[in-house]
């Protein structure tokens, strides 16, 4: 392949911008454009030298990876240069000058995964990383990239590897193995069908853990939602007011607690009016409290009120506000908890039990699927495992077989489609 080069920093000012090349002549063209004192470069030591490009010169280091012992398996070269965008594009135009091709979106770590240091799964981890908005994620983005759910995915796919070609074996000798290979196939695939279940559960929690907890309030008017709000992401973000529907429409705020990244949703109060927006207001925070993942129901505990919303599929906070004018001791039971936002006395309880959420399922060493495509083809490998019918003919049970095979290897890639890996790595920035 060709070799590239492409800016590996931010855009913008900064003390220090890289410029990356990869392939067979970046040390070559590395050294048509700087110079170092040294008479030879060895691989992983930095060297002090001088840019030297067409309009302008400047100081930095060199740095060689010598393949297969770098991150896309080639030879790799980063120039460290003073970070301002002319003297990175200056330098990029003047590698490209030498010989050098300008890379793609994610193309660095398309080789990598094209020469093998990377599963598909664990290169698609490289661009969450990137994207992680808390802790939580970036630990995700991190285990994921260390190969945890590449290597679990690989070995349920060599045990179905090995139960097809056993049973393909069988074909050509029925009477000496089909008696010894028909007996396994349930082991094999219940044993696989359990661990498939498994990781598929933990898809939630990875969705929670990249996207953030969506947090709806819901509450009837004045008992405090807005003010709750404003003590929960620590600034005022909502009106307050006494006035009776002063909130009438969706305030959304996000914060990160404990590594947890919580997107709050203050609603409407709910009452009967007969203002057409105030009750726009209320359908929409019944909407809001629908979609979800975890709804607080905020009471007036001065009042004899009971919170308003239920649900047994996702997980309800009531939240009793104003303990500081009904005496209520601030604490926690259970999913009820008993605060003053007016005085900041029990809120974090409150975000700690959002965050916990996240945090009781996070394993250092184990695997959560954060990824939709990633679900998508384990539901698939487990359905064509569930259609095994072991008193079928060996040929249609192969069939099932292979199709969980074949869904399973679009996660490690080794059956993902030219298509897919392409789209995967059009989501990447140029110089990673």
Do not use: W
Request: proline share 2%; hydrophobic share 40%.
């Amino acid at each position: 392949m060709k070799t590239i080069v492409a800016i590996s920093t931010p855009s913008g000012k900064g003390g220090i911008g890289i410029v990356r090349l990869s392939g067979d002549d970046a040390l070559a063209i590395a050294k048509s454009v700087f110079t170092v004192k040294s008479f030879s470069i060895e691989p992983n030591y930095m060297y002090f030298g001088t840019f030297s490009g067409k309009d302008f010169s400047d100081n930095g280091y060199l740095v060689y990876f010598k393949a297969p012992r770098s991150f896309t398996g080639e030879d790799v070269v980063e120039l460290q240069l003073h970070g301002g965008n002319r003297i990175l594009e200056g330098a990029v135009e003047e590698c490209i000058a030498k010989g050098a091709t300008a890379a793609d979106r994610g193309e660095f770590t398309k080789r990598a995964y094209l020469n093998g240091k990377l599963a598909l799964a664990d290169a698609e981890a490289v661009i969450d990383m990137i994207n992680a908005e808390s802790a939580a994620a970036v630990r995700a983005g991190f285990r994921q990239m260390q190969g945890y759910l590449a290597r679990e995915v690989k070995h349920f796919e060599d045990m179905l590897l090995n139960l097809i070609s056993a049973l393909e074996a069988s074909l050509d000798y029925p009477d000496e193995m089909e008696d010894e290979v028909l007996p396994s196939i349930p082991e094999v695939t219940e044993k696989v069908k359990e661990n498939l279940s498994r990781l598929i559960s933990s898809a939630r929690e990875g969705r929670l853990v990249k996207s953030g907890v969506n947090v709806a309030l819901i509450g009837e008017t004045n008992v405090g939602k807005s003010s709750l709000l404003n003590r929960l992401v620590g600034c005022d973000r909502a009106i307050v007011t006494d006035i009776a529907g002063t909130t009438r429409d969706t305030i959304e705020a996000a914060i990160e607690h404990n590594g947890v990244k919580i997107n709050f949703i203050d609603t409407a109060g709910i009452r009967q009016s007969d203002d057409m927006i105030e009750m726009a207001g209320v359908e929409r925070s019944k909407v809001t409290a629908e979609g979800a993942d975890v709804v607080i129901n905020v009471v007036d505990s001065t009042k004899d009120e009971k919170p308003l919303y239920t649900s047994d599929e996702k997980t309800v906070f009531n939240v009793y506000n104003k303990c500081d004018l009904s005496k209520k001791d601030v604490k926690r039971q259970g999913n009820d908890f008993f605060v003053s936002a007016k005085y900041d006395k029990g809120v974090s309880l409150i975000l700690d039990a959002i965050a916990d959420i996240c945090l009781s399922g996070e394993t250092e060493n184990g695997s959560t699927v954060t990824s939709a495509r990633h679900l998508s083809a384990l539901l698939r490998a487990k359905n064509s495992l569930q259609s095994v019918d072991i008193s079928a003919p060996v040929d249609c049970i192969l069939i099932d077989l292979k199709a969980a095979l074949s869904a399973l290897g679009e996660i490690t890639g080794s059956s993902a489609s030219e298509e897919v890996v392409d789209a995967i790595f059009k989501n990447f920035c140029v110089g990673k």
